[in-house]
């Protein structure tokens, strides 16, 4: 078996770090609309993100990260980062970036188009519209 196909057949589980698992299912599963699987307290909640598990594990303390920690592909980000916004998600600017677009999408040289917002722990999430330049 070569090294390179020692996972690559495997199921990915992600992982996103919470202080206040309730805070968090509310968001994963009441905004999101992530299919809660199970609440394994007081270690994880656990979402099925179509097909892939999330679990969203409880820690005693997070300094959340400045980049990326879960992104999803979506077919329509305008139609995605509305729905989002009519839920209360408000999305992340970056000067630079995103600022002059009014839904915050940043077109990036690949033709992808990303918006970022966070979880209620400030860990950075993402949706990505996937389009060749």
């Known amino acids: 078996m070569a090294a390179d196909s020692i996972l690559g057949g495997q199921k990915l589980v992600a992982f996103a770090p919470t202080i206040d698992p309730e805070r968090a299912r509310a968001f994963y599963e009441g905004v999101l609309g992530l299919r809660l699987v199970a609440d394994e307290k007081p270690f994880a909640l656990v979402f099925d993100a179509n097909g892939t598990m999330l679990r969203v594990t409880t820690v005693p303390e997070l300094k959340p ?3 990326t920690v879960l992104g999803w592909d979506v077919d329509d980000i305008e139609g995605t980062v509305d729905r989002l916004v009519s839920a209360g998600v408000v999305f992340n600017r970056y000067k630079g970036v995103n600022d002059g677009d009014p839904r ?3 077109n990036s040289p690949s033709g992808a188009r990303v918006a970022w917002f966070k979880d209620p722990d400030g860990n950075v999430l993402s ?3 996937f389009r060749s330049a």
Do not use: A, L, Q, R
């Open 127 to 129: 949706v990505t519209e």
């Open 104 to 106: 915050g999408i940043w």
């Open 65 to 67: 990260d400045s980049f």
